[in-house]
């Protein structure tokens, strides 16, 4: 089997298996009609606090691929880093822009957030899965990029039900670029790159690496829908700049 083969039947189980990448099964998704307003600014907040700690993770992974000699890996790791800081957007992350979005369109605080229960969990998850060998995390760091755009387009439909269409540009121009060019560009340059270096023998071990970070993120989409029914949600308002 080749890689590429290796990578669409893993693409085909995210889509098959996983509810929290469909914009209709995710368990957030589905309370919508009964949602408030607050519980689902709530999930903003969360969700808002993993794009800004990938950046690290993919350091990690950027360290373990130039360590094993993967360099053309490692090189497309540092400047999908270089882009996640501002490269291409004038010095400003793209945690910066989506936190800076979120607080003008939804008058909430989103900077500062702190991990709840459930987001602390996944961040806990996700760091012992980046202390596991190349092939594993590379694995896992391949699922970000593959759940990138199914998990963007969902957040996008609870913005919309959030804003009722009312969009700031700044989360409009956050939202079209990664959907359209750089999430697209980073899943397909990752992916062009691994297969140069993993072996049929390595397939499995990547593909646990996989199916433990989209797991880690299924856990963890149920356990924010759960915060947010089950708990007296207060949103501070976000701060004046």
């Not at 600014?41 to 373990?64: H, N």
């Not at 979120?102 to 957030?113: D, I, M, Q, R, Y």
Request: aromatic share 10%.
């Amino acid at each position: 089997m080749e890689f590429n083969h290796l990578t669409q039947q893993m693409n085909q189980l995210l889509a098959q298996d996983y509810l929290a990448f469909s914009i209709t099964k995710n368990p957030v998704a589905q309370m919508l009609s009964q949602a408030s307003f607050a519980q689902i600014a709530y999930i903003m907040q969360q969700y808002s606090i993993f794009p800004k700690e990938l950046v690290g993770f993919t350091e990690l992974a950027r360290q373990k691929a130039l360590s094993a000699g993967w360099n053309s890996v490692a090189q497309e790791l540092k400047e999908n880093i270089a882009e996640e800081m501002g490269s291409t957007t004038q010095g400003i992350s793209h945690y910066r822009l989506l936190a800076e979005g979120l607080e003008e369109g939804l008058s909430v605080a989103v900077k500062n957030t702190m991990p709840s229960a459930a987001t602390s969990k996944l961040l806990r998850t996700v760091q012992s899965v980046f202390d596991r060998q190349v092939h594993y995390v590379l694995g896992a760091t391949y699922a970000i990029e593959a759940t990138s755009i199914p998990e963007l387009t969902l957040i996008v439909q609870l913005l919309d039900w959030l804003l009722e269409g009312a969009m700031p540009k700044d989360l409009e121009y956050f939202f079209s670029k990664h959907l359209n060019e750089w999430e697209i560009e980073h899943e397909a340059g990752l992916r062009t790159c691994l297969a140069a270096y993993i072996q049929p023998e390595e397939f499995g071990e990547f593909a646990a690496g996989f199916r433990a970070m989209i797991d880690a993120m299924e856990v963890w989409w149920q356990e924010l829908a759960q915060e947010a029914i089950s708990s007296e949600v207060v949103l501070s308002k976000a701060i004046a700049q």
